[in-house]
């Protein structure tokens, strides 16, 4: 199994911004994926460690930025809506479907994620 801390969630403001950072021990790629009461599984974005190549979700692109800093794994959220609310997870060496730029799948794997940290946009 991989450690995976999350930390950085926290209340913001509609237009407000957080940045997570998830400390991550070792992967070939990682990504964030969140979940929101009573609704499926979201994936956010993923970046691969060798490329940097980085996919997000349709709906975050241009808000969101995912990046890698070491052992730290970073979200940067601009412009945070209402919808953004969930609760964020990192996983490492996730299922992810990619097309062109977008992230349209992410599955973790079993025992591959943190234990969240909670975002809320109101």
């Known amino acids: 199994h991989v450690q995976l801390v999350e930390s950085g969630g926290g209340s913001v403001p509609t237009g407000g911004s957080l940045v997570l950072t998830c400390v991550i021990s070792?992967?070939?790629?990682m990504g964030w994926f969140r979940q929101a009461p009573g609704k499926e599984r979201e994936g956010v974005a993923v970046?691969?460690?060798?490329?940097?190549n980085s996919y997000y979700r349709d709906s975050v692109k241009g808000r969101f930025t995912i990046s890698l800093d070491n052992t730290k794994l970073n979200l940067q959220m601009n412009d945070l809506k209402p919808e953004d609310t969930a609760m964020y997870y990192c996983?490492?060496?996730?299922?992810?479907?990619?097309?062109?730029?977008?992230?349209?799948?992410?599955?973790?794997?079993?025992?591959?994620w943190g234990q969240g940290t909670q975002v809320t946009v109101s």
């Open positions: 996983a490492a060496n996730p299922d992810v479907v990619v097309a062109g730029t977008s992230l349209l799948g992410l599955t973790p794997r079993s025992g591959y």
């Open positions: 070792r992967a070939d790629r």
């Open positions: 970046i691969y460690v060798d490329s940097g």
